[in-house]
């Protein structure tokens, strides 16, 4: 890699880590490309060069943390023997990852994120769809063992992810009533209950 090459990488990087800091300290209303410049040390030139917008800087942060997120998963379930102890692993590594990486659990979980995916829902939803894919195989493995019950993917993601995005969203919002060490320890259970099959 050239020297030009590896500035511009740094540049990037810059720019990605000064868009969460900005972000979490004021929220979608301080996230102006004023302030991600000031808070980087990068030009507005720069922020234009590589993203071509203020948008384009924050779907790539979001894209940088959901791919981190899912290969957090994807490693949790890879290392299990069954669906039971594959739905143990993964929640307690989501939850890990909310409470490890709160500001960007906070941007993944924030309207802001919500409003780009409807706004460009096809795009990001077959992006989305790609990166979850290890996680749809994994499932879709154990309904063919029948393990897990023969739903639809979609239909298996949504029971499992939904209360494990539900909680943390609750967790990230503020409200002290949440406990996610032990959330982690009961909310395996209860999903293992909707997704798997029933004894024949």
Do not use: C
Not at 87 to 97: D, E, N, T
Not at 174 to 200: F, Q, Y
């Amino acid at each position: 890699m050239s020297r030009k090459q590896q500035r511009g990488e740094a540049t990037v990087e810059q720019l990605l880590d000064a868009a969460l800091r900005v972000y979490a300290e004021g929220g979608d209303q301080g996230l102006t490309v004023s302030a991600v410049t000031k808070a980087s040390g990068v030009s507005l030139g720069s922020l234009y060069h590589h993203f071509g917008s203020i948008d384009g800087l924050m779907n790539a942060l979001l894209t940088r943390w959901l791919e981190r997120l899912l290969g957090e998963l994807v490693t949790a379930v890879q290392g299990t023997r069954t669906a039971h102890t594959g739905i143990r692993a993964l929640v307690g590594a989501y939850l890990a990852f909310v409470q490890e990486h709160r500001d960007a659990a906070r941007l993944l979980h924030s309207s802001y994120a919500d409003r780009q995916g409807m706004a460009d829902g096809k795009r990001l939803r077959d992006a989305q769809e790609a990166r979850l894919s290890p996680l749809a195989q994994w499932a879709q493995a154990y309904v063919a063992a029948g393990e897990l019950a023969p739903l639809p993917p979609p239909l298996i993601e949504s029971l499992i992810l939904g209360p494990v995005v539900g909680l943390s969203r609750r967790w990230l919002s503020g409200i002290d009533d949440v406990d996610l060490d032990e959330a982690a320890l009961i909310l395996p259970e209860r999903i293992w209950r909707s997704v798997a099959a029933e004894p024949k």
